[in-house]
């Protein structure tokens, strides 16, 4: 089984088209939770997870209270 890729929190704030402030707080909110907080790095399915928080509250208007709820159900 091959290894899953991980992506620094740079990388992957640049693979989201999102700055390393929001991904950082993303994870304040513990929306994104990489498994190392001291030196985050990330998987495609934390990034997609970004991704789509950015597209709720962006497209959506999803406000910060909604998106652990929506992020639940999904």
Not at 36 to 59: G, K, N, T, V, Y
Not at 63 to 74: E, R
């Amino acid at each position: 089984m091959k290894p899953e890729k991980r992506h620094h929190i740079e990388e992957a704030a640049a693979l989201c088209g999102l700055s390393v402030d929001m991904i950082v707080r993303f994870i304040a909110f513990e929306w994104i939770t990489p498994a190392d907080r001291q030196h985050p790095a990330f998987d495609e399915e934390d990034i997609a997870r970004a991704r789509l928080i950015w597209s709720l509250q962006q497209e959506f208007g999803v406000n910060d209270d909604a998106v652990p709820i929506i992020l639940h159900l999904i």
